[in-house]
């Protein structure tokens, strides 16, 4: 069990960037795969990055995002970040974090945080 805070988002134009921030506390939190999902209104929430624990540090993002956002984490912060880079409009959702044991279990057992919003202005 671990808690999260997200925070970052805001309104941008298109093509601007953001990075949003996500706090957990733990003393685990190095273990944990650490992942970004995102949810527009009227949609269902979908993943967008993801970053694998134990320190390996392996990143994963979703074909619409790649080349554009970045997942790192900070261990000694308990932090991880997605920078957001040529934001679209089509990028204007509530991203939320996420924290598992392991990547493909963020949906079935993963812990969340309370979202941010990011809306990109055309």
């Known amino acids: 069990q671990v808690q999260l805070v997200g925070s970052g988002g805001g309104l941008v134009q298109a093509g601007g960037s953001l990075r949003l921030s996500c706090a957990a506390s733990g003393r685990t939190f190095s273990s944990y795969a650490m992942g970004w999902f995102r949810q527009a209104p009227g949609k269902e929430r979908e993943f967008v990055a993801a970053i694998s624990g134990s320190g390996r540090s392996s990143t994963y993002y979703a074909d619409s995002v790649k080349g554009r956002f970045t997942i790192s984490r900070d261990n000694a912060k308990n932090t991880v970040y997605l920078q957001m880079n040529s934001l679209k409009p089509e990028d204007t959702a509530v991203y939320y974090c996420?924290?598992?044991?392991?990547?493909?279990?963020?949906?079935?057992?993963?812990?969340w945080g309370q979202g941010t919003q990011v809306t990109v202005s055309s």
């Open positions: 996420a924290a598992s044991t392991h990547i493909p279990t963020f949906m079935s057992g993963g812990s």
